[in-house]
């Protein structure tokens, strides 16, 4: 085999997965179908997931959403704690051609599936939706259910299967904790929920790409999401109140995964960070109802 074969078929082994943080409402939405197909074709991206849960007027995601998701791009929808805020999310779920998949670690017996595999260039590659429970809603414990998960899945196996896991929780510390536990076990950990992206995304040691949070798609001029004066008067006057979509400038914050299907690990971890300048700034507060999280 000569050099230049021997450098494609390691290329042909090489996947690069776009992970990108929440999708918040219309102005997520319209932001994720104006930059996603180009930035697809620049980075040579295989794989698109997101995490859907906001894209529904920032709570819940539903068939419309969904589909717009599906449509901009994205091959996978992870979700979160507002997974179950509209009415059609059965439906949702349900519908194998959106490929959204809950949080695993829900107790009882949840509708729908935490897990979806499809085939990139002959390589399968499995996502999971994991929510954390610091500072959230007490599922089950997450730590223990990836573990669950991944016997199932074959785990230890050589090659390892290459799984991403979105991991949707709160405290940076259970994010961390949970990198380091599925550390040489998983492709990927990526976090989501904050809408703040982190800089610390790194391969772990056993190969795995890892953030703490992919950070979101939505309005810049906002507070994780929502319009600031409606935000910022809730923390004011401790009192509840009305809490939409901001409008304007939207950010995509992603973060590139070149993972190696040989082997079932990551080689690379790169921030994905823009601001999309073709819709104007909006400072006003303006409510499309729904809240953040
Ligand atoms: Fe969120
Ligand atoms: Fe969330």
């Known amino acids: 085999m000569t050099e ?127 929510m954390g429970r610091v500072f959230m809603t007490a599922l089950d414990d997450p730590f223990r259910a990836m573990d669950a998960f991944l016997l199932d899945g074959g785990a230890g196996t050589d090659p390892r299967p290459l799984v991403v896991v979105d991991f949707h929780a709160e405290a940076t510390s259970e994010k961390v904790a949970m990198g380091w536990h599925l550390a040489g076990r998983v492709a990927a950990v990526v976090g989501t929920h904050t809408h703040v992206p982190t800089a610390d995304a790194r391969v772990l040691p056993g190969e795995t790409g890892y953030v703490t949070d992919l950070g979101m798609v939505g309005p810049v001029d906002s507070i994780i999401g929502a319009p600031v004066e409606q935000a910022l008067r809730r923390f004011l006057t401790q009192r509840p109140g009305r809490s939409g979509v901001a409008e304007g400038q939207v950010t995509f914050n992603a973060v590139l995964l070149e993972l190696d299907a040989a082997r079932g690990t990551c080689r690379a971890v790169r921030r994905i960070d823009l601001l999309d300048t073709s819709a104007p700034p909006d400072h006003r507060a303006r409510s499309q109802g729904g809240s953040r999280g």
């Open 4 to 130: 230049g074969e021997t450098g494609s078929a390691a290329e042909a082994m090489r996947l690069r997965v776009l992970a990108v943080g929440d999708v918040i409402g219309a102005p997520g939405r319209s932001g994720l179908r104006r930059i996603l197909p180009r930035l697809r074709a620049e980075l040579g991206v295989d794989l698109v997931i997101a995490n859907g849960e906001n894209s529904a007027g920032g709570r819940g995601i539903s068939l419309k959403t969904a589909t717009e998701l599906r449509d901009a791009g994205v091959d996978a929808i992870t979700t979160g704690n507002h997974v179950w805020s509209q009415p059609d999310i059965e439906q949702v779920l349900a519908d194998d051609d959106l490929r959204v998949v809950r949080p695993l670690n829900f107790p009882g017996e949840p509708p729908g599936r935490a897990s979806v595999t499809l085939t990139v260039r002959g390589h399968p590659i499995t996502v999971v939706s994991l």
